[in-house]
């Protein structure tokens, strides 16, 4: 039950709070210096004296009229010294989660006569419960002891139940992604498209604009159903769950061009898709958050962490497209034999690079993951900070009766489990209708593969990881943002490229990581360009604005790219013009 506190405006005098929301604590006597509230009831700060109820909503012998908390979710009201108490940093041994403050602010007592040290360390003792929930012990410093589960996800129910799901999925994590649910209706219409309309340049636009806008919500869905999922886990793997499940409709789009023959569409969606995340999302994110604050920090064993590992990939995937280039002009060198040496090659490169990836996952889940867990523990912490500050706000425009929603419907394991299934399903459907559409896309508008490689099809497939880590930007929870930007980025260049390759050498596919020059020569220089942005862990709108004019030029450089591979298997005489640009460029 809430304890609702009103300021009088004349006098000085003390305030209380009381209750729990699992039944109300009241005493006979009143301690001297300390008033005793009666649940629901408001009181005057200054008098220190209950305000008596109004008369149409003061209790009757025969109904109680208190406020009672709503079904859903659990509200509580915060005083201005509570919360002007809060917003100091909390101690080294405290950790959070401020997505799901929980029952913390049960049993909140009495709160001491204001400024006294006393009352300060009370006040902000209650804050911390109200906002905070222990993740387990520690040693002291904050460092969790024990690799357990978090209570956070917990949903407080068991199996399916329909109306919940829909409502709750359809809610969404943010504001953006339930803005991106109304796209649903697409996902029947492009499916239906697909196997209705004749085959026409008209109905094949229409079919591609329908597929193209039926993945986002699609995405959105896998997205939030690994969000809800790496909630039930720890930190870390949280994190590590979030990024493998929203890479899911890249992995699907990969597999499914690997069986088409696109090769040129992998290879230029691969760096496309690395491109996208680097400069357009983490781009988005600086500027994002920008906005609302002078400058936003993020740790360095992420971003130092991810710089490295984003030059390890670029120099792996450099290899097979330096060798191809290099030798292509020597005289007598057989073209076949050329691509298949380049072919393994890139096989070795992927496998060395898969195996690097998945040392990464070990180093961060495993053996440093009380690094990693500190630093996002830390994280919450300060969003804790954040939202007490925006309670004062509230409060200091006279906003006393801001309630702070603490408790939120959450799915269960089996949802989770039925969402992905379902979502990565739909995928796998809306998938092979615009992989079907591509090839006539791109012979009949004359789109060149560059540009729907590097733009159009990346922008689609990490849909959902974009929303994820700009919401997490906007709500200053910089760490979380740059480990989805950077592990998305890393896990599509150390490990979904490589697969496709190792898939591709199952199924007999002569699939290569020899990209273009204008590709490679992108990539190293947006590698280069982020790892300066993250070399003093400070970010600002100014550097996301930056970031976000490289890859607008980027685009419009692979818009007006000649196609000179027209066949998309790339095993063409039109592969010797590619090396002899190449060669041309490596001359001067």
Known sequence: MPAY????????GRSASTSTMGGNTSSNEKPQGEAVVEPGREIDLEAGLPVPPPAATARTSGA???????????????????????????????TGSTKHPGSGIAGAGVVPPPNTPANKEQATRTLRRMFTRSS???????????????????????????SHFLRIAFRSSSTVSCMVNVLWPFVPAAIACRYALSDSPTNNLISFILAYIAMVPCANLIGFAGQE???????????????????IVEIVLFIVLLTRGLYVVIQAAILGSVLATMLLCLGM????????????????????????????AGFGLAVPTLFQHALSGIVGLDPDDLESRTVNVSRVTSILLIV???????????????????????????????AAESALEHISRGELDYHVDVEREK????????????????VSLIALALVEEIEDIVIERGVSDAFMGLILVPLVEKAAEHLTAINEAWDNQMNFALAHVLGSTIQTAMFNGPLAVIVGWGLHRPMGLDFKIFDMGVLILAIITVGNFLRDQKSNYLEGLLCVIVYIAIAVAAYHYPDVNTRAGGTEEAADVVGHVARQLLRR
């Open 5 to 12: 506190i009103r300021p009088s405006s004349t006098g000085q």
């Open 356 to 386: 690097a990836y998945l040392v990464f996952i070990y180093f961060q889940a495993r053996t440093h993951n009380s690094i990693y867990d500190e630093i996002f523990e830390g994280e919450e912490q300060r969003a804790t900070a954040f």
């Open 136 to 162: 387990g012990k520690t040693d002291g410093s904050g460092r969790s002891l024990r690799f357990r589960p978090r209570t956070e996800g917990e949903s407080g129910r068991s199996g399916l139940h329909i």
């Open 64 to 94: 109680d009229s208190r406020p009672r908390p709503s079904k859903r979710t659990a509200t509580f009201s915060i005083t201005a010294a509570t919360a002007a108490a809060a917003t100091s940093r909390p101690s080294n041994g405290t």
């Open 285 to 312: 994110c600086f500027f994002v958050g920008g906005l609302r604050r002078t400058e936003q920090e993020f740790s360095e064993t992420v971003s130092e962490a991810g710089n490295g590992l984003l030059l390890t």
């Open 411 to 426: 799915l269960t394991m089996t949802e989770c489990l039925i969402s992905l299934s379902v979502a990565v399903a739909l």
């Open 229 to 247: 999922l790496s909630r039930k886990v720890p930190h870390v793997v949280g994190v590590l769950t979030e990024t493998i499940v929203a890479s």
